[in-house]
């Protein structure tokens, strides 16, 4: 009785013997399936090529803080002198004719002094710790900006004698419709700023007005 029990438990543990080593075979091949695929799978798979990265050239740019067409805040307008009038004798009668003049407009305070034409209306404010004086016609309009600071960036502003005002040299900076002239005199700087729309008579009168200008 005790042989018989012994050989059914030797028979038991038999089987269980040959399923383990049969479900590790099992799992051995599997294994090696997955391992196989795997590395074929990479071999198959293009490798991918890094692109070099375009370089972006960049250009200096102009930064005008001058607005291209004046704009007028409504200030005090400083009186003028009234224009010459002559008479001029029309059929027998003589008629008063206003005729353009030229004045002097003086800026104790910040210093200069300016020829300009009697039509033109003054105006003068402040923006920024900017002085403006405006010399104001429809047709296109003169302007001078006083400031310890430059009213206006520019990268390259490197002056010359080419164009003198009161025997100082000045940098030029000159488009279409306006002329901007940058002149130094001790601390403070100022510009002539012309709006003269591409106007012949108000370029030549653009260029009067600056050679006109007369420190103090």
């Not at 059929?91 to 008063?96: D, F, R, V």
Request: positive net charge.
């Amino acid at each position: 009785m005790l042989r018989e029990r012994t050989f059914i438990g030797y028979k038991e543990e038999n089987k269980k013997n040959w399923g383990l080593l049969l479900g590790m075979l099992l799992m051995s091949v599997v294994l090696g399936w997955f391992i196989y695929k795997t590395r074929d799978g990479n071999q198959n798979t293009p490798t991918e090529i890094p692109q070099p990265t375009a370089i972006v050239s960049l250009k200096p740019l102009v930064t005008i803080k001058i607005s291209p067409t004046l704009i007028l805040v409504p200030t005090k307008i400083v009186p003028t002198s009234t224009p010459t009038v002559v008479k001029k004798q029309v059929g027998g009668q003589i008629t008063p004719t206003p005729t353009e003049t030229q004045q002097i407009y003086v800026a104790a305070n910040d210093g200069f002094s300016v020829i300009y034409k009697s039509n033109r209306t003054i105006i003068k404010d402040s923006i920024g710790g900017v002085n403006r004086y405006t010399f104001y016609d429809i047709r296109g309009s003169m302007a001078v900006h006083v400031s310890n600071n430059w009213s206006w960036s520019h990268p390259n502003r490197s002056f010359n004698n080419n164009y003198l005002v009161d025997n100082h040299n000045t940098f030029v900076y000159e488009i279409s419709d306006q002329k901007i002239i940058d002149v130094e005199n001790g601390e403070k700087k100022y510009t002539i700023q012309c709006v003269h729309n591409g106007l012949k008579d108000l370029v030549n009168e653009c260029n009067a007005f600056a050679k006109s200008f007369k420190f103090m």
